[in-house]
C-alpha cells in the first residue's frame, strides 16, 4: 500500500459538486449580462424619448391697443343773446340731460338799466347733457364772456386715444372696439376718425372712437380700447416648440423619427400658441418644449402629448 504524504488530503466528491455548479452558475451570470448589454444597445439605438405634438388650424385676432380719455364728441358753448342782463334764476345742475329749445336760466335787466323786455332766458340750443355750468345767481351775462353752460350735443361721448405710430397705418373708420373703462367696465365702440400724422415727439397717432351711450360714462374717465384689424387662420403650435436664434425662428420637426430642423416665419401669438405662417404644414408633428439638446437628424422615440385636464373649480 502507498502511503499519502502528510501534506496531502483527500478532497471530498461534494467539493467538485460544488465547483461544477459554480462554474455553471457563472457562465449563466456571463451569459445574462451580455444579453442586458444587447437588449440596452437596442433600447439606446431608437433614441431618446421626447414629447410631440402636431400643428393644427386655429385663428387668430389681430389687435391694437389703445388708451385715452372719454371726450364730447361735440360740445356746443351756450352764451346769452341779449347784453346787460343778470342772471336771477338757474334750472339745470351738471350731468342733466335737457332737450333743444329747454330753458337753463331766466335772466332780468338790472332796474335804470337799458330799455327793452326786462326779462329774459337761456335755453339749449341742441338735446344733450350739460357738462359744465359756468353761472351763478346775480351775476352778469354776456355773449362776450365765458359761455354759461357746456352742452355735449346728443349726449355723445367718444374716447380720444392714443395709439404706436408704427401700427396706426392697420386702423380704419369703422373697425370694432372693446372699451374698457375705469370704474364702469367694457362697452362697445367703433373707430370714428384716424389722425392722418404722427407726433414727431412721441410717436403716437391719434384716434377717436365713437362709444355706446351709457349713463354711467363720464367725461374725463380714462379708457383703454382693443381695436380688432384682422383675422387670421394657419397652423398653429405651442409657443415653448418654437426655438430663436441668431437666424430666425426654427421648429423641430420628427419625421422618420428623426429631427428635422425647420426655419419658420412666425404669426400671430395668443394664449401660449404660435402662429406659423410659413415653413410649417397642418399635421407635422414638432416636439412640444424645443431646445439645443437636438440637432439635426438625431434618432428620437417621439411619445404624443397627452391633452391637459381642466383644472377643477374649488366650488365643482
Known amino acids: 500500500m502507498r502511503h499519502r504524504g502528510v501534506g496531502s488530503r483527500m478532497m471530498p466528491v461534494s467539493y467538485f459538486l460544488r465547483s461544477r455548479v459554480l462554474v ?12 442586458a448589454l444587447a437588449q440596452g444597445g437596442a433600447a439606446t439605438s ?33 352764451r346769452p343773446d341779449v347784453e346787460g342782463m343778470q342772471v336771477s334764476q338757474i334750472i339745470v345742475e351738471d350731468g342733466d340731460r335737457v332737450t333743444s329749445g329747454q330753458v337753463l336760466a331766466r335772466l332780468t335787466r ?3 338799466q337799458g330799455q327793452g323786455s326786462g326779462t329774459g332766458t337761456v335755453r339749449s340750443p341742441a338735446a344733450g347733457i350739460v357738462n359744465f355750468r359756468y353761472v351763478r345767481i346775480g351775476m352778469m351775462a354776456s355773449a362776450r364772456a365765458e359761455p354759461l353752460f357746456r352742452i355735449i350735443a346728443n349726449s355723445d361721448i367718444e374716447l380720444m386715444a392714443d395709439v404706436p405710430g408704427t401700427r396706426i397705418g392697420k386702423l380704419a373708420s369703422g373697425q370694432v372696439a372693446r372699451i374698457e373703462v375705469a370704474g364702469v367696465g367694457e362697452v362697445t365702440g367703433r373707430v370714428r376718425f384716424v389722425a392722418p400724422q404722427v407726433n414727431s415727439n412721441t410717436q403716437l397717432g391719434r384716434v377717436q372712437l365713437s362709444v355706446d351711450k351709457d349713463d354711467k360714462l363720464r367725461v374725463g374717465g380714462y379708457a383703454r380700447a382693443i381695436i380688432e384689424v ?6 398653429t403650435i405651442p409657443l415653448s416648440a418654437v426655438l430663436y436664434g441668431p437666424e430666425g425662428a426654427v421648429v423641430q420637426v420628427v419625421r422618420d423619427d428623426r429631427i428635422e430642423t425647420r426655419r419658420v416665419r412666425v404669426g400671430l401669438l395668443s394664449g401660449g400658441k404660435a402662429e406659423i405662417r410659413e415653413g410649417l404644414n397642418e399635421g407635422d408633428a414638432v416636439v412640444a418644449r424645443a431646445g439645443a439638446f437636438l ?17 377643477r373649480s374649488i366650488n365643482d
Open 24 to 35: 455553471v452558475a457563472g457562465a449563466s451570470v456571463i451569459g445574462l449580462t451580455a444579453g
Open 110 to 112: 338790472p332796474e335804470g
Open 46 to 78: 431608437t433614441g431618446m424619448a421626447v414629447t410631440v405634438t402636431k400643428a393644427a388650424r386655429a385663428c387668430f385676432n389681430d389687435t391694437i391697443q389703445a388708451s385715452g380719455f372719454l371726450v364730447p364728441r361735440e360740445e356746443i358753448l351756450v
Open 230 to 235: 384682422g383675422r387670421s387662420c394657419g397652423p
Open 295 to 311: 440637432r439635426e437628424g438625431d434618432r428620437v422615440r417621439a411619445i404624443a402629448e397627452q391633452p391637459t385636464r381642466p383644472t
